[in-house]
């Protein structure tokens, strides 16, 4: 049987540019795995891990003007934006590598003995060990920062697991050139390739998943593509944790007082971030409540007309391109739904962005279940605005809401002290694993604080994709007992030669 | 439809004690879930938790002269052991009472705004939030431990998490009586009943792991149950985490120099902790590599010596006897397999504590999985001593076991400071999450730097079930973005008024 070849095409005329690689069989799957697993104590030295992800951002940083424009051909987000996201995947890589030498991360505790305990407490000493070979599913939107060389690649190297990465078929050319870069970086310290591999293929990625030295998976993509993944983890003879983030409305508020306000401000801000890489990002707004009357009329205006200028966008492939034309059609044909900007076709390989509103009464009548279709994400340059009579009329539907990786509260400067702001602050918080104020959730800052996670479907664990703790997702505790100090890992020894920070007897060092 | 009766079995006799309870229908799961749904609110005040976790272990305490006897004749365990347990119990109820107070558990994590960053950081605010309504499957072998007010109970209620707990069928008198010490607490510091509620019956076990208001479980039991019911965990519509300890096999490794230098002390160490409990703990030493050749000859003689005295023991319920007899009865038939002590029944309630042999030829053979049998956790007084003619032997036994609880190394003063056994130790700790040297698995010691878990099947996640981190599991986290001082959590406020442990652009504070 010959090689299935996989094409990179570009998004904005949909013809192949050229073939980038060929389908992994079950065969070339076990061995990109079996290579991985076999490179595992090549990552045992934190110093080369660190040294490895600093070369690793230097080398994509050197590589940047073969990569941006390799990236746009194949995704049409543009120079500008995948510049950005290529900085910021460089700072991702070294602000990992900082953790590694800083070593928090292995969360180290120490307990002297107590024979005085019930049961006699004995020496014990934990730390975090590396689970062994991560799978990571790249995400077609982020060819850079969610793919390759991004956040699951960088969290997992950083805490030691070599990682075998399927690449996303909407930019196999900018995963290769990737992936040629990490092998450079591994290469100048000495690594085996094996340490960040790269498969292609629909085949591929289940044949990943249910691969038995696979230890652990990351995945950024669609709730279908996610929960048929978490799935198959779940079912193994030895399931495996799954962090995956599937899909997210990022539900805002915006409150009479804060429309009365900022209705301009608000409007302009949210044509901003719903249509910012073509309404392409996970955090994208995708159901705003807005108040009924004058001043949310104010705001819808603004909204209306800041998007009037934006021009037809061309999504990252065809096929979602189509799903977004019958998605935004199917949801605006629906009772009450109106399109004050509408959302469609652009020309043939573009779409233009659009609004959709409607009576919140349609999402909180318990016989009508049709409307449920706008409680799903979908995917692209539309946002549902949802007007609510009262309060308690938009908390009857943030309480239908799915989860979320974020929820949004837009509030008047005099509400910023109020009883009732913090009210809506708790209602929202159950909803999602960032709650913002006054902000718009496009924009995942890279930061120890940052969570980018939440309750399902938003992500299938409780951990984050971005910020310094995603680390933790590919790693597990072990603890020594009564263990011979020249036996012990250097960084359990009884007077901490690493000088790493831990705690000791509940009293914290370093 | 009339309830159906729960009742107390005294496992000494076979005979039915007392009615303890019925099983509960759908319809009351549903009603405990929302009433623990309803109580998550009582919980969210820290100080409240704290003293309710110390009134609890004051009160089981002060409950002692009810609760172990009734424990005894439901378990057989006996007054010493159960008089233990309950130390320990009330002792790990006060830890994470401390814990709650000093709150390093939130994980705080604050990063100020910084502009020059790609993309820019804003004002992001991390804390843990509990995840809502918590599942808890008692275990049979710990009736006060790992049951009704035992380590999941304890650690999920310092989260600021309800819990709904199944009880175990043997022992659903002292659960009952176990419950209303909590509700007793519960009413002391005025929180409603709801925060800590009982279910009996199987299928109010499934109901409870499929309710949609339940967020997450946590499991202590057999794999095959504990597998049933994370599959179904998996299953959800929202997939929750499932937390479950399912089997070990605990595997001993006893060096050439170690059998030499202390065969009489190790056999006679290895007899009292797999009898400990009449074999019924889950780390158990249920594999033991030893020496082929003269030292470990006189191991072995020690540890039938030791063994010779032990009298029949009563298993936790008739159902676990049958299996214990028969699962003995089917290994012991194995080729090459001898039993020097033999397993089985004692008198009509009891049995008979045993040693399986076999040369570790018969479980490295590629062509032969018959004796694969004997890489399974058998619950009851037995372990298997596996007979090696070199490391090399050894080592490829040990490729062969599946994950476990603990591993534990027994090697002489000599190789306390070779590298021979650092090379043994790290062949080990990829096998389970507490490694141990010479030492004894059995007694799991409350303490900050405790792990209990390890890979599949020890456990279903990286998570523990004994020591302080075992909160964690409970608990999301939440990034506040860009929020008015006065509408954060007074955890989250800029000058720290509550004083809380947390790290601050990098450094820690606290």
């Known amino acids: 049987m010959s090689a299935i070849p996989v094409w990179s095409v570009d998004p904005r005329t949909g013809e192949q540019r050229e073939q980038a690689a060929v389908e992994a069989t079950d065969a070339s799957v076990d061995a990109a795995v079996r290579a991985a697993h076999a490179a595992r104590g090549a990552l045992t030295d934190r110093a080369v891990r660190s040294a490895f992800l600093r070369t690793a951002a230097d080398l994509l940083d050197a590589a940047r003007d073969e990569l941006v424009p390799l990236a746009d051909a194949e995704t049409a987000l543009g120079a500008a934006r995948l510049n950005g996201e290529l900085t910021r995947t460089c700072y991702q890589l070294r602000c990992f590598a900082d953790s590694v030498d800083e070593g928090a991360f292995l969360d180290i505790i120490i307990s002297h003995p107590d024979a005085t305990a019930t049961p006699p407490v004995p020496d014990l000493r934990r730390l975090k060990v590396p689970l062994g070979v991560v799978a990571v599913y790249s995400a077609s939107n982020f060819p850079f920062a969610f793919s390759v060389a991004g956040g699951d690649t960088a969290s997992a190297l950083a805490a030691g697991c070599p990682v075998v990465v399927k690449a996303h078929p909407d930019h196999p050319a900018t995963s290769e050139a990737t992936v040629a870069v990490l092998h450079r970086a591994a290469a100048q310290h000495g690594l085996p390739e ?46 495996i944790p799954f962090h995956g983030e599937l899909g997210s409305l990022n539900p805002v508020l915006v409150t009479g007082a804060a429309a009365t306000e900022r209705a301009e401000e608000i409007g302009a801000g949210l044509a901003g971030s719903m249509t910012m890489g073509v309404g392409q990002f996970c955090v994208k707004p995708g159901l705003v409540l807005v108040p009924a009357g004058a001043s949310g009329d104010g705001l819808l205006k603004s909204l209306t007309q800041s998007l009037a200028d934006v021009a037809p966008g061309v999504l990252l492939d065809h096929r979602m391109r189509d799903n977004f034309i019958a998605g935004v059609a199917e949801r605006a044909e629906l009772p009450d739904v109106e399109t004050p900007v509408t959302p469609g076709p652009g020309d043939a390989h573009s779409v233009a962005t659009g609004v959709l509103t409607l009576p919140a009464s349609r999402l909180t009548d318990p016989d009508g279940t049709a409307h449920d279709l706008l409680l799903e ?13 009262d309060v308690t009329e938009a908390e009857a539907v943030l309480d239908r809401l799915p989860g979320n990786l974020t929820a949004t509260l837009h509030i008047s400067s005099e509400e910023a002290e109020s009883g009732s702001a913090a009210g809506l602050l708790a209602r929202l918080t159950p909803l999602a694993g960032r709650v913002l104020v006054n902000a718009w959730p496009t924009g995942v800052a890279v930061a120890p604080a940052q969570h980018h996670g939440g309750p399902y479907p938003a992500t299938t664990s409780t951990s984050t994709s971005v910020g310094l ?16 100090e020249a036996l012990l890992p250097p960084e359990l020894r009884e007077d901490n030669p690493l000088g790493l920070p831990r705690v000791v007897d509940g009293r914290r060092e370093g």
Chains 1, 2 share one sequence.
């Open 194 to 239: 094996g340490v960040a591999a790269l498969v292609h293929g629909f085949d591929a990625g289940l044949a990943l998943v249910r691969h038995p030295l696979v230890a652990a998976a990351g995945f950024t993509g669609s709730v279908r593509g996610g929960r048929a993944l978490f799935d198959a983890a779940a079912a193994r003879p030895t399931p």
């Open 469 to 484: 703790t995603a680390a933790e997702r590919w790693l597990r505790p072990v603890a020594y007992q009564n263990t011979p």
């Open 377 to 389: 994400e979908c995917f692209g340059p539309v946002t549902v605005v949802v007007r609510y009579e």
